[in-house]
């Protein structure tokens, strides 16, 4: 995930994006967005303020804010916790946080490492349905995950009922 994202750079080879070398390309040139498992957040902004926050950096008008962080909010349940400091939430509140950060960004390429874990049963099973359409329709996306579960709902998915059964 770091040598995607720019964070790191390889000893020999190439990073290909549809067929471009990425390799030297600096961070905020790639158009990346990271969820880290061990998420990241600003602790005294609100949980709107740290969705925003990519989105006022690039200067975006406040009415193209409003838009991708409420639709991240929906997709993420995190409606009713938008005026909240990040501080005063949950590790799985917190954790919808950064992925509502990393989706309203528009990255071309979404990496994600754990996305779900340390969310609810209920919550990680909705999500875990709802989340990748979202990132196909408007985005790529590289999950990693240990969740055995996890990964075969994804490769489902992915490969269509020719996986029933394979688990």
């Known amino acids: 995930?770091?040598?995607m994202a720019g964070?790191?750079?390889?000893?020999t080879g190439r990073i290909l994006a549809d067929g471009r070398?990425?390799?030297g390309l600096r961070v905020r040139d790639r158009k990346v967005a990271m969820v880290y498992q061990q998420f990241i957040n600003y602790?005294?902004?609100?949980?709107?303020?740290?969705?925003?926050a990519p989105l006022?950096?690039?200067r975006l008008p406040r009415a193209e804010i409003e838009r991708r962080v409420q639709e991240a909010a929906r997709l993420l349940r995190l409606e009713t916790m938008l005026d909240r400091c990040r501080s005063t939430l949950g590790r799985p509140a917190g954790k919808r946080t950064a992925i509502a950060?990393?989706?309203?960004?528009?990255?071309?390429?979404?990496?994600?490492d754990e996305p779900l874990?340390?969310?609810d049963y209920?919550?990680?099973?909705?999500?875990?349905?709802?989340?990748p359409p979202h990132l196909r329709r408007v985005w790529r996306g590289l999950r990693l995950c240990n969740d055995r579960a996890e990964r075969g709902a994804a490769a489902r998915r992915q490969h269509g009922d020719s996986l029933r059964g394979k688990g």
């Open 1 to 3: 995930m770091r040598l």
């Open 7 to 11: 964070l790191d750079h390889p000893s």
């Open 21 to 23: 070398d990425v390799t």
């Open 43 to 52: 602790p005294t902004l609100t949980v709107y303020e740290n969705s925003a």
């Open 56 to 58: 006022r950096v690039a």
């Open 101 to 112: 950060r990393a989706l309203v960004k528009d990255a071309e390429l979404v990496l994600m």
């Open 117 to 119: 874990a340390n969310l």
């Open 122 to 131: 209920k919550l990680r099973e909705e999500l875990r349905e709802e989340l």
